[in-house]
């Protein structure tokens, strides 16, 4: 009987699978779909909530054939797997035939990490590809996946990814060398194509999340997402006491408030009647579920009070503070956020400036850099098309990734 009914109910995630197939419209290939060595047998999709994570998982099922049942997602979601283990429904599976399991959501049920573990172990013809939460740490937190498991993390859409879907261009992604010693050859080779700068406002306001191509209004849907990273991704998965929700949205809207600059943890503190601690382990998840950036001074890091406490992304200004977003701090924010993927970013010694990799040097500036620039120092300005030497359009860093 108990076999009987997991039959039943993978017939009907196949036919979920297949629906999802020709109804998933994935008009971006994400630049992590070749980054990602597939002959891995478990493979962990972090990335934080609305940026795609389940689309991303049938676009790579779209590459198999949509009739070969060697490959099926399924979704954590579904109750079936409140009364029943991802190892029996994965036995099933192989045994008529499958090869590829793609699981959405994994952290939804107990016991994930061991049961993955269990997979790994007993099905060594077996693939799985999961997604999770971006505050899930897979291998320092989970000793049953460590040395078995590799993890990547899908981001949001990059400028340049945005930039394609709107004009149907296929524009290549640079490295930050290809960008600091060549900026003004790729420049000249995408202006003929298309005029970035007519786009780069729109991005900055709801171009990093996928959501947006849905018919549903943005802003709301972002606040909402917003609301989830808190309720499900920091309390769920951290086991925070449903009490103290109140309290860390109060620190988060506290922070963004602030703006760009070092918080005053003790007032912080203050303010939400909790501890010193436990208000910077707080910030700490808040980073982790990617509402938030903590930039340091070079050489300092965690535990330590960050030197800035910028918001992740530019789309999060616009929604929690539409009609005064500070256009200065929007635009930093896009620098950061962009460097972020492949280098470490570190607060400069003076204001807008930021300290890349250890030793370079960036500003960001609105309309010219200074009189008198810096030879030493790379100059991101926002409403520049062409730059020279060490000027550069903000938005070319939107093509790192």
């Known amino acids: ?178 960008i600091l010693k060549r900026h003004e050859t790729i420049v000249r080779s995408i202006l003929p194509e298309v005029k970035p700068l007519d786009y780069f406002q729109d991005y900055l306001h709801h171009g990093f999340y996928p959501f947006f191509l849905e018919k549903r209004n943005f802003a709301e849907n972002l606040l909402k997402t917003m609301n989830m990273m808190i309720e499900v991704d920091i309390l769920l998965i951290q086991q925070i006491e449903l009490k103290y929700l109140s309290k860390i949205k109060k620190l988060f809207y506290m922070l963004a408030m602030d703006g760009s600059s070092a918080p005053n943890v003790s007032n912080l503190a203050k303010e939400i009647e909790l501890s010193r601690a436990t208000v910077m382990n707080y910030i700490k998840y808040l980073a982790d579920a990617r509402l938030i950036n903590l930039v340091y001074k070079k050489g300092d890091d965690f535990p330590k009070k960050p030197a800035k406490v910028m918001l992740h992304n530019p789309n999060l200004a616009y929604s929690i503070y539409p009609l005064k977003a500070n256009e200065e701090e929007v635009l930093e924010t896009f620098l950061v956020n962009s460097l972020w993927k492949d280098h470490i970013v570190n607060k400069g010694d003076r204001e807008n400036s930021y300290i890349v990799d250890g030793e370079k040097r960036f500003r960001v500036c609105i309309d010219q850099p200074p009189a008198r620039t810096s030879p030493g120092t790379t100059y991101a300005v926002w409403k520049k098309a062409l730059g020279h030497d060490n000027v550069i359009p903000l938005w070319l860093f939107g093509f790192l990734y």
């Open 1 to 178: 009987m108990h076999r009987n009914i997991v039959i039943l109910k993978m017939e009907a995630f196949y036919k979920t699978h297949e629906y999802l197939l020709a109804h998933t419209d994935a008009r971006v290939r994400r630049n992590l779909m070749d980054e990602i060595n597939w002959d891995d047998r478990l493979i962990g999709i972090k990335g934080t909530r609305g940026v795609g994570k389940t689309t991303f998982l049938i676009q790579y099922a779209q590459e198999f054939h949509p009739e070969d049942r060697t490959c099926l997602y399924i979704n954590m979601n579904n109750f079936y797997f409140q009364g029943r283990s991802l190892t029996d429904f994965a036995e099933e599976f192989v045994r008529r035939g499958g090869k590829t399991l793609l699981v959405d959501q994994v952290f939804k049920i107990m016991d994930w990490s061991k049961q993955l573990r269990e997979c790994y172990e007993r099905f060594p013809k077996l693939k799985i590809v999961f997604t999770g939460s971006s505050v899930m740490r897979l291998k320092e937190q989970n000793a049953e996946l460590n040395g078995i498991v590799t993890p990547y993390n899908l981001r949001g859409f990059s400028f340049r990814e945005f930039l394609n879907l709107q004009t149907g261009s296929s524009f290549p992604c640079y490295t930050l060398d290809d």
